[in-house]
């Protein structure tokens, strides 16, 4: 038996590529007949105003689709967008440089 070590990051990162899989996997039958929510159900399911979804959709910064000439979302992929943004804390930032003074100590 091996003993891997993994910065905090990666497992992390690890732990989130298996959740996402699974959830689309779990959630794909019901995503498929999901009803798409409107500008205004996507700012209240955000907790942003209408103008930063104008934003976002405009620069292509979030996933949407057009019908005709109305934005509409999907939940499911609301949800892998905040997921996919999300932030570092500086413990986690510090943690993986004492990770990687390590390892290149042990080069």
Not at 73 to 90: A, E, G, N
């Amino acid at each position: 038996m091996s003993i891997i070590l993994i910065s905090p990051a990666d497992l992390e990162e690890l732990i989130s590529a298996s959740l996402r899989k699974v959830l689309a996997e779990t959630t794909l039958s019901t995503s498929q007949t999901a009803k798409p929510l409107s500008i205004d159900e996507a700012a209240t399911y955000l907790g942003v105003p209408k103008n930063t979804l104008y934003q976002l959709t405009s620069s292509r910064g979030i996933p949407h689709q057009k019908l005709g000439r109305r934005l509409t979302f999907l939940t499911h992929q609301l949800d892998d967008w905040i997921l996919s943004r999300k932030r570092r804390t500086r413990q986690e930032i510090e943690e993986d440089a004492v990770t990687y003074k390590r390892k290149e100590s042990k080069k």
